[in-house]
């Protein structure tokens, strides 16, 4: 087996659908199986995959009785699956010809290639900024304090690049960072995340790469719309950056985007 795509989803059973259809309709020479993972959607969703993929013998489902956390629910389809590759897709996106194919090509290319990253294309035709530098004291003050543009942000890169962190709606795993790095922190519900497991890898001195090539489709914000208001979002985020940057780091950093957000210089112009 190739590869092993991993799909997480809550309440968004028609995007599911789609995106599982781009995968199948892909075109790769690639040996995939699907496994989605239905993270206690109770709208029928599972019973609606299973029927409609009930000849795909390449398709896997998991249903959980209740909303477990992103990070299990991905856990619980990487312990089953069989592929080489692993590829984590937010339920929200689409596939587009030669992924699966470019994607092992490029992992294949360089063996200290840890984790792989794709860019995003947004509805409006826009892209989505999927690179991040690590969310550092100093990053922050940079960004915030002094205006330096994308240093604490979100951004994205013309060509091929490492990076320190990338998005986690199309997030490649290669066998290295897998065999070394292993499953997700369950610690995290959901968000920081996919910073974690590109901390996880760079620390153990394999790359983080930013594939601009391949383009994935990314209706943002539909895999996590039960969550999708600002005070959902922001009671999500704090527990998972609490995790992420230890308790104290945590409130130095967002005193540091308010106080510069409120007193310091904007951040440069586009």
């Not at 063996?111 to 409006?124: M, R």
């Not at 790359?207 to 719309?225: A, D, N, W």
């Amino acid at each position: 087996m190739d590869l092993s795509i991993i799909i997480v989803n809550y309440k968004t059973k028609t995007a599911t659908s789609d995106c599982v259809d781009s995968c199948l309709g892909e075109g790769s020479k690639a040996d995939i199986e699907i496994i989605v993972v239905d993270n206690g959607s109770g709208d029928g969703s599972y019973e609606y995959f299973k029927k409609k993929y009930q000849k795909h013998k390449n398709i896997i489902l998991i249903k959980n009785t209740g909303n477990l956390g992103f990070a299990k629910a991905v856990n619980q389809g990487l312990k089953i699956s069989k592929g080489k590759y692993k590829y984590l897709l937010n339920s929200d996106t689409a596939v587009t010809n030669g992924t699966f194919d470019n994607l092992i090509m490029l992992a294949e290319s360089d063996g200290k290639i840890g984790v792989i990253g794709t860019k995003l294309v947004l509805p409006d035709g826009s892209i989505q900024k999927s690179c991040f530098n690590f969310p550092t004291i100093g990053n922050a003050i940079r960004e915030y304090w002094f205006g330096e543009r994308e240093k604490y942000s979100s951004f994205y890169k013309k060509n091929t690049s490492e990076v320190d962190s990338v998005v986690g709606a199309s997030f490649f795993i290669t066998p290295k960072a897998y065999e070394q790095v292993g499953i997700f922190d369950e610690r995290y519900f959901m968000f920081y995340e996919d910073h974690n497991y590109c901390r996880r890898v760079k620390d153990l001195r394999m790359k983080v790469i930013y594939f601009p090539e391949v383009t994935v489709f990314h209706h943002h914000g539909l895999s996590g719309k039960d969550i999708s208001s600002g005070q959902n979002q922001w009671r999500r985020l704090i527990p998972s950056s609490k995790v992420f940057n230890g308790v104290l780091k945590h409130y130095l950093i967002n005193f540091i985007l308010w106080s510069g957000q409120k007193f310091f210089v904007k951040k440069s112009p586009e």
